[in-house]
């Protein structure tokens, strides 16, 4: 049986801020903590991310790998709204793996503004990401607005996921399925 490779600094890092946030909150976690959770050297840590949310932002690339892998390539036969919802259902149940950490950070969020903001391209450039695996177009003007209304949605979407405590994510899968209905009346309305 082959050996798995050993966690790049990249992953202790991530898995490091995520620990540290569920334990002492994200606000009161420093780069220097993340180090020192994750056993690498601060300089080590200073050549793969700028700040805490360059860590934030390859948290995302690591979802976003994860949630494509078992996407895999779009299936015709499927109608773009299921497809959809099947990715983001997937999406939430990879952040549940790490839900007190993400808790943390998006409590964080709403006490300083200036985080979420920045990281909003991130966050686009992820539901983009999805958009392509459910098989809907993102090109140009029209594919903008489907990149802006998805990202909208998904924030929605993670204000309930962040409540619901339930196993099964009812109220989530609930709330995500009323509103791709509501979206995809909206976007029919003005053809998109």
Same mark, same amino acid.
């Given at each position: 049986?082959?050996? &798995?490779?050993?966690?790049?600094?990249?992953?202790?890092?991530?898995?490091?801020?995520?620990?540290?946030?569920?334990?002492?909150?994200?606000?009161?976690?420093?780069?220097?903590?993340?180090?020192?959770?994750?056993?690498?050297?601060?300089?080590?840590?200073?050549?793969?991310?700028?700040?805490?949310?360059?860590?934030?932002?390859?948290?995302?690339?690591?979802?976003?790998? @994860?949630?494509?892998?078992?996407?895999?390539?779009?299936?015709?036969?499927?109608?773009?709204?299921?497809?959809?919802?099947?990715?983001?259902?997937? @999406?939430?149940?990879?952040?549940?793996?790490?839900?007190?950490?993400?808790?943390?950070?998006?409590?964080?969020?709403?006490?300083?503004?200036?985080?979420?903001?920045?990281?909003?391209?991130?966050?686009?450039?992820?539901?983009?990401?999805?958009?392509?695996?459910?098989?809907?177009?993102?090109?140009?003007?029209?594919?903008?607005?489907?990149?802006?209304?998805?990202?909208?949605?998904?924030?929605?979407?993670? &204000?309930?996921?962040?409540?619901?405590?339930?196993?099964?994510?009812?109220?989530?899968?609930?709330?995500?399925?009323?509103?791709?209905?509501?979206?995809?009346?909206?976007?029919?309305?003005?053809?998109?």
């Amino acid at each position: 049986m082959a050996k &798995r490779p050993a966690k790049t600094v990249k992953e202790k890092a991530v898995k490091a801020a995520l620990t540290l946030a569920a334990k002492q909150g994200w606000v009161e976690t420093s780069l220097a903590d993340i180090a020192k959770q994750a056993k690498i050297p601060l300089h080590e840590l200073h050549d793969h991310f700028e700040d805490r949310l360059d860590i934030l932002s390859a948290y995302g690339r690591t979802i976003d790998k @994860r949630v494509l892998e078992t996407a895999g390539s779009p299936d015709p036969e499927t109608p773009p709204r299921d497809a959809l919802f099947d990715i983001l259902m997937e @999406r939430f149940d990879v952040l549940n793996e790490d839900r007190a950490g993400v808790q943390s950070i998006l409590k964080s969020f709403c006490q300083d503004p200036k985080q979420a903001i920045i990281s909003l391209p991130h966050l686009g450039r992820s539901m983009s990401w999805m958009l392509d695996a459910a098989g809907i177009d993102t090109g140009g003007i029209k594919g903008a607005l489907k990149v802006a209304g998805l990202t909208a949605l998904y924030l929605k979407i993670l &204000r309930v996921w962040k409540s619901d405590d339930s196993e099964d994510m009812a109220k989530t899968m609930a709330e995500l399925d009323k509103s791709l209905g509501h979206a995809e009346q909206w976007a029919g309305s003005f053809g998109l």
